[in-house]
């Protein structure tokens, strides 16, 4: 993995062309075009880019097509993509890296950059009272479930899953539980920095936060539904900011 690192997460584009959602990926495209410049570099999207994707062989979820070409065009231009599954986007099963290169990850991301350990999880579930959402999230990423699920008519599936997907969405993305969230994670974050992990970023929540503690960090990915968060990791350390203050970045 090549340097410097462009983290995204949680932008939940959606199945239609409204202008709104157009206007939320021309913001994308703009971060994009600043990256491609760099003409080297790594992509890192922290799951849940699309608010659904679930592929079967004679169906893909419609009104992408901008978003994977864009994402081509990145590796095109010499920058590696790497995507983790969120709870939104699991199901992919090699239509991505064949479409655009990218090195799809069923779980979380670990990597040395700077004598330095980082870890990136896309966060679902590791909230204490996330014990339904645990056992539920086993039962849909099996392998005997995805099949059953291939058969049914994707008119219904489509509209199953989109639900299923967004079980937890109520609570983990609710204002009034930001200090439940904010003192799980942390302490999530503790038990990885117990054991060797130096960075932890965490995607799902749609916070936007960086705390720093005895050298190591927590990094909170933010959205693209409100907030259009780009963190970025170089030899000079972490800086997040919106997608506006990304493309003033020197």
């Known amino acids: 993995m090549k340097a410097p690192f462009y983290i995204i997460s949680d ?63 990145l590796y095109n231009h010499g920058i590696q993509i790497h995507y983790l599954a969120g709870n939104h986007d699991y199901w992919d099963f090699g239509y991505l890296s064949r479409t655009a290169k990218i090195k799809f990850h069923k779980n979380d991301l670990q990597f040395m950059f700077n004598n330095r350990k980082i870890l990136i999880t896309h966060g679902d579930g590791i909230l204490k009272k996330d014990t339904g959402y645990r056992f539920m999230k086993k039962i849909i990423r099996h392998k005997i479930f995805i099949k059953l699920f291939q ?48 960075i932890v970023m965490v995607g799902h929540y749609h916070q936007q936060k960086i705390i720093n503690k005895n050298n190591n ?15 970025k990791l170089d030899k000079d350390g972490i800086w997040q900011g919106d997608y506006k203050e990304f493309i003033k970045l020197a």
């Open 11 to 73: 932008n939940h584009f959606m199945m239609t062309n409204s202008k709104k959602e157009k206007n939320r990926r021309k913001k994308l495209f703009s971060v994009f075009k600043k990256i491609k410049k760099e003409k080297s570099g790594t992509l890192i999207i922290g799951g849940d880019f699309f608010d659904f994707w679930f592929e079967t062989k004679k169906i893909i979820p419609k009104y992408f097509d901008d978003l994977i070409q864009e994402l081509a065009e």
């Open 151 to 198: 058969l049914i008519p994707p008119s219904i599936s489509f509209k199953l899953a989109s639900g299923l997907s967004k079980s937890s969405a109520h609570y983990n993305h609710h204002d009034k539980n930001i200090k439940i969230i904010m003192d799980d994670v942390q302490e999530y974050a503790q038990t990885k920095w117990k054991n060797s992990i130096n």
């Open 217 to 231: 960090s927590l990094v909170f990915l933010g959205d693209w539904l409100t907030k259009f968060t780009v963190t």
